[in-house]
């Protein structure tokens, strides 16, 4: 559980770190700041100016704002991993609980999970909040109960199927009394060969409907779009988050920027089922076109205002879902690899995130703000993107709500 470290001094009442040079990501700028940070029941109290060489570089803990805890990175069929979800919920939380410290190691305090398979979730995810409030050192969350679907799209029927504006107002009553402050939609058919790939088939009412509602009641409103007709359909109605976004544009991923919409690339999860399909030979066409349009789309989004990147992309890995690990850093490298500069990068895994996610008090580095930290033994920002293959090997410590959970 939680250790202590020198990196983190008790000084009556309080604890200090010692000379640290604080990143401060701003429109893919960066910046440093040498300071001691004081933290205090699990916020940063106030960052002192000091002069001398930092011991550590410091970003606030990164936020994955596209995970599953319910699901075991399986690729096994749905029918079973509900069943052992809904047969055995204290065995899932126990799981869940082991992926949360995992990801925090690797710096991911925070995460936003997109629903579990099937209807099985509430008590579970119950559990899991149960124990992060118990001070389990694990990724903190916010969840959607289940992942709203389509009538005959991709998903269904593995998750809540939703035929019309009844149904959808009965499902958002029913997330909010089980503690949902997400609501995730997969409103899109799967792939199909010839075009368009992905057709929206959501009933649209409500849709149009959510959308408001999620906003009257601050939920995060979140939608797996990989073709434009939902990607278009997401800009008209302003929505929060974007996940995979694959086919999106030159000109979608402006309106994106001019909308306050976030995408979440998941450039893992892609590449895990890409991995997997060349292992099986299963689904190969599908899996190698979602590589492929996510690469090219991730390269345009990296020059996107004028040679600049693209603003608002998040880390979203899809860690859990099919044959994708809950802790890897390496969606970060992909973005990379892919020509993202990494200042842009780990804003997205912070800044972004929280503004995303709603959550006010994370994603930078601030006083009043949740002491969530990654400690840095070399700068992140120029290390080689060979460097960026292990990035983790680069974290010295995480502190979580102020106290140190992982050292060397
Ligand atoms: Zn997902």
Redesign the pocket.
Known sequence: MTERSAILKESGGYSITGPVGVIILREGEVEYRTVRIEIQDGLIRELKPAGEEPEYYVTAGFINC?A?YVMDAGAGPFDKMIADAAGDPDNKIARAIQYGREMVKLGITYTCD?GPPGMCGAPIYRGIKEAVDAGESMANLKYSTWAMMADGGFGAPYGRVIHNLKEMEVALLESEKTGAEALKFIPESAYKAGTPHYRFMFPEDAFRWARQAAKEKNMVFAV?AKGVETIEMCIRESVDGI?HGIEAKPEHLRAFQENDIYLGP?MD?LLCRLEHAKETGRNAEAVEYDWETVCSMVKTASTLNNGRPFSNFLFAS?AG?YATPHASLRELYQLRKNGFPPAAILEAATVNGAKCLKLWDRGTIETGKRADLIFWSTNPVEQSLEEWKHLEKHIAAVALNGKIVKIE
């Open positions: 596209h599953h997109k797996h996940e998941t999860g899809d879902s």
